[in-house]
């Protein structure tokens, strides 16, 4: 079986998955960098809410990972572009 950062399990299948990761130094208006967990939240919120995206969202000191299924990636991209993520 391989580990959770490249398999998305959902029911009895699995689905490649892909990461994108923001420098969380790198964040500017209105993503406040002292309030990541309320970032993710808010990233992973739009993901799903907006673009049916879902995601798995992870930070550590430096940066921000969203794990989504690889043929989902160019709309999460689109859509962290339009939140002026990426």
Do not use: K
């Not at 964040?27 to 960098?33: A, H, I, K, M, R």
Request: aromatic share 2%; no cysteine.
């Amino acid at each position: 079986m391989q580990n959770a950062t490249q398999t998305l399990l959902t029911g009895a299948t699995a689905m490649d998955t892909s990461t994108i990761r923001i420098a969380i130094r790198g964040l500017n208006e209105p993503w406040d960098s002292s309030r990541i967990l309320a970032v993710i939240e808010e990233i992973a919120a739009s993901l799903r809410e907006e673009a049916d995206i879902p995601a798995r969202l992870t930070a550590d000191s430096m940066t921000i990972a969203i794990d989504v299924a690889t043929d989902r990636l160019p709309d999460a991209a689109a859509l962290l572009r339009d939140l002026g993520l990426i």
